[in-house]
């Protein structure tokens, strides 16, 4: 209760809680927020600003970067084991990076509960410099992302949130509780999806992400898989197995996400204890967590971040310098807020629009073959009014077939279904009517006949004018008379070769118009 108390005092009196390392020596940097999330319409932002302040640092701009990544479900401890990443990069070359018992674990915003702490992008405003072993100096950057699957946040923010820091990420850490289960594969699947369209924007070859890390947290059968690298291999390989017993979607989800990415490991940990996971006030002291989860953070994190292990960020083959990583934030952000990536959607919403898309199917095609028994193919010429008589029956038959088939997402749902299905059967209707026209052998006459009556009423009025002695005007009635008898050659010439089609169309509307005036 101390600690609560003082903690508060801290907080009531506007001190500063500075991020302090293991050693009790204040962390250079803090997070930053570079991809902001507006809450009110499920939309991405880049912070050009802070994300430069970050990568245009004069010590990173021209060197090539490394980026870890953590990402999963909501309230899994991500935040919390990016705070260990920044303990082991602020204490190189030390064997008890991990710190004493007593120092609060500070740095990216962590907190005990059931409520989401992360939104959107962060990532430590300060880059840490290391040494590869064969010379070569990097920039090691750490990033932490909104948690997926809270109650705030729709498929296409969680989807856009894991693709994003997959896409910009050299390292992703899929952070999961307790086993590797299917829907995770599918999660990841859909995820990864929706990057690898993103990215062939961008014409990216090859596999479109580098290194994936499954870690699975609070793993409770050590008995079947021990604890760390070795274990989560094994796991790893049983769950991504393909064989053929397993169905055709199954395969698929699989060699999707083989295909996803240049190296795939898994990490077993345990969990860290009641302790950490019941107490209101646990502030991350290493007294509190149990010896076993130490003694495995003491092997994956440098399994991460080690110079040994630091994987360079690489796009199209090209290693990334910071100055370059800016330009591919602003591209990426630029397509998600775009509408050239399709939609992702909830399982049940996919399958409620496929299951009301079928109805929509079956009510159409029913509707299609009921006219076609009356006015389709080489049935007779049928009466306008009867064909549109025919059209309202068979149209009410088509929507009472379609509401009486059993459809997922509600009638509010289905509504808009129902509409696109009326819209669907008048295109079919104006389809049939004209289909039915071609058939009326006096209507395919109308322009000669328009065309013939023209010309002898121009050559009776030019006989008359001709006899009162009105030669101008007679002229220019035979020239009215001339045309239409060249129109009426024309239209004969493309009825007869089916060339120029567009000036016979045009004939046929003079035609018509005419018609419409004489009536």
Same mark, same amino acid.
């Given at each position: 209760m101390s600690d609560l108390k003082h903690r508060k005092h801290k907080e009531s009196s506007g001190i500063p809680s500075s991020p302090v390392s293991a050693k009790g020596v204040r962390l250079k940097g803090e997070p930053v927020q570079v991809i902001t999330v507006d809450t009110d319409n499920h939309s991405f932002h880049l912070d050009e600003k802070a994300l430069e302040r970050?990568?245009?640092?004069?010590?990173?701009?021209?060197?090539?970067?490394?980026?870890?990544?953590?990402?999963?479900?909501?309230?899994?401890?991500?935040?919390?084991?990016?705070?260990?990443? *920044?303990r082991y990069l602020n204490a190189p070359a030390s064997t008890d990076w991990l710190g004493d018992d007593e120092s609060p674990l500070e740095?990216?915003?962590?907190?005990?509960?059931?409520?989401?702490?992360?939104?959107?992008?962060?990532?430590? !405003?300060?880059?840490?410099?290391? &040494? *590869? %072993?064969?010379?070569?100096?990097?920039?090691?950057?750490? =990033?932490? +992302?909104?948690?997926?699957?809270?109650?705030?946040?729709?498929?296409?923010?969680?989807? +856009?949130?894991?693709? *994003?820091?997959?896409?910009?990420?050299?390292?992703?850490? #899929?952070?999961?509780?307790?086993?590797?289960?299917?829907?995770?594969?599918?999660?990841?699947?859909?995820?990864?999806?929706? @990057?690898?369209?993103?990215?062939?924007?961008?014409?990216?070859?090859?596999? %479109?992400?580098? !290194?994936? =890390?499954?870690?699975?947290?609070?793993w409770m059968y050590p008995y079947e898989h021990e604890y760390g690298d070795d274990g989560g291999k094994n796991l790893l390989e049983k769950r991504l197995q393909i064989s053929k017993k397993q169905h055709q979607e199954l395969q698929s989800l699989r060699q999707h996400i083989r295909s996803c990415f240049d190296k795939i490991s898994g990490y077993l940990m345990p969990h860290p204890g009641l302790n950490v996971a019941t107490n209101p006030i646990f502030d991350g002291r290493l007294k509190d967590i149990e010896p076993f989860f130490k003694e495995q953070l003491r092997v994956l994190v440098p399994l991460l971040l080690a110079p040994e292990n630091l994987v360079i960020k690489e796009i199209n083959g090209s290693k990334v310098t910071g100055r370059e990583l800016v330009e #591919?934030?602003? $591209?990426?952000?630029?397509?998600?807020? @775009?509408?050239?990536? %399709? &939609? %992702?959607?909830? =399982? /049940? *919403?996919?399958?409620?629009?496929?299951?009301?898309? $079928?109805?929509?199917?079956?009510?159409?095609a029913l509707y299609s073959e009921e006219m076609d028994k009356i006015c389709g193919g080489d049935e007779p010429y049928l009466r306008p009014e009867k064909l549109e008589s025919a059209h309202e029956n068979f149209k009410l038959l088509a929507l009472t077939r379609f509401n009486s088939v059993k459809k997922m997402g509600g009638e509010d749902f289905s509504k808009t279904y129902a509409d696109k299905l009326e819209a669907d059967i008048i295109e079919e209707y104006e389809k049939f009517v004209k289909h039915n026209n071609s058939k009326n052998i006096f209507a395919a006459a &109308?322009?000669?006949?328009?065309?013939?009556?023209? !010309?002898?009423?121009?050559?009776?009025?030019?006989?008359?004018? @001709?006899?009162? #002695?009105?030669? +101008?005007? $007679?002229? /220019?009635?035979? =020239?009215?008379?001339?045309?239409?008898?060249?129109?009426?050659?024309?239209?004969? #010439?493309?009825?007869?070769?089916?060339?120029?089609?567009?000036? @016979?169309?045009?004939?046929?509307?003079?035609?018509?118009?005419?018609?419409?005036?004489?009536q």
């Open positions: 970050v990568l245009l640092k004069n010590h990173v701009q021209n060197k090539q970067v490394v980026v870890v990544s953590v990402a999963g479900a909501f309230r899994k401890g991500k935040s919390f084991l990016l705070d260990f990443f *920044l740095g990216f915003t962590w907190r005990g509960g059931s409520e989401r702490d992360t939104t959107g992008i962060l990532l430590w !405003s300060e880059a840490f410099e290391c &040494q *590869l %072993p064969d010379g070569t100096e990097v920039s090691v950057l750490l =990033m932490d +992302t909104q948690g997926a699957f809270d109650s705030e946040s729709t498929v296409k923010d969680c989807a +856009t949130v894991f693709a *994003l820091s997959t896409m910009i990420s050299s390292v992703q850490v #899929y952070n999961i509780t307790s086993n590797i289960q299917e829907d995770d594969l599918q999660h990841l699947q859909l995820f990864t999806e929706y @990057g690898r369209l993103a990215l062939d924007e961008q014409s990216i070859k090859g596999k %479109p992400f580098q !290194s994936l =890390m499954f870690l699975v947290r609070d #591919y934030f602003k $591209a990426y952000i630029k397509i998600y807020e @775009g509408d050239e990536l %399709p &939609q %992702p959607k909830s =399982m /049940l *919403l996919a399958t409620a629009e496929a299951n009301n898309l $079928a109805a929509v199917a079956i009510a159409k &109308q322009t000669p006949a328009v065309l013939f009556t023209v !010309s002898f009423i121009c050559y009776i009025i030019s006989g008359l004018l @001709g006899f009162v #002695y009105l030669d +101008t005007i $007679a002229s /220019l009635v035979n =020239m009215i008379m001339g045309l239409a008898l060249l129109l009426l050659c024309i239209w004969s #010439y493309v009825r007869y070769s089916g060339n120029y089609r567009e000036v @016979g169309k045009k004939i046929d509307d003079l035609a018509e118009l005419i018609w419409d005036k004489v």
